[in-house]
């Protein structure tokens, strides 16, 4: 069974900083690409960056330049650091992880979920 667990959440006024963290855990072989969504109050869930095993990073146009996305593999981790944050990055933020497990199986999992509330 595989985990992802979040943390780093929480609310700051615009302009602030926040890191957002995720760790995987379980009966892991290897994780491919791992990815952070969001989804805001009335919306569909977006993509919002991506990272590869070998560090390629991704970012949606609304948050390039403001967010880091990186990872560490020895630790099945990835984080996600928000700079510059406005109000419209109100929303929960996902941890997604593409990966296969011992057993030889391949697929997407999801972590519960962390609130980020940005004031104006």
């Known amino acids: 069974q595989v985990q992802l667990v979040e943390s780093g959440g929480g609310s700051v006024q615009a302009g602030g900083s926040l890191r957002l963290s995720c760790a995987a855990s379980?009966?892991?072989?290897?994780?491919?690409?791992m990815a952070w969504y969001r989804q805001a109050p009335g919306k569909q869930r977006e993509l919002g960056a991506t990272i590869t095993s070998g560090g390629f990073t991704n970012y949606t146009d609304s948050v390039k330049g403001r967010f880091t996305i990186s990872r560490d593999n020895t630790k099945n981790t990835v984080s996600l650091q928000m700079n510059s944050l406005k109000p419209e990055d109100t929303a929960v933020y996902y941890c997604?992880?593409?990966?296969?497990?011992?057993?030889?199986?391949?697929?997407?999992?999801w972590g519960q979920g962390t609130q980020v509330t940005v004031s104006s």
């Open positions: 997604n992880a593409d990966l296969r497990d011992m057993t030889g199986t391949r697929r997407s999992y």
């Open positions: 379980g009966s892991i072989f290897t994780i491919y690409t």
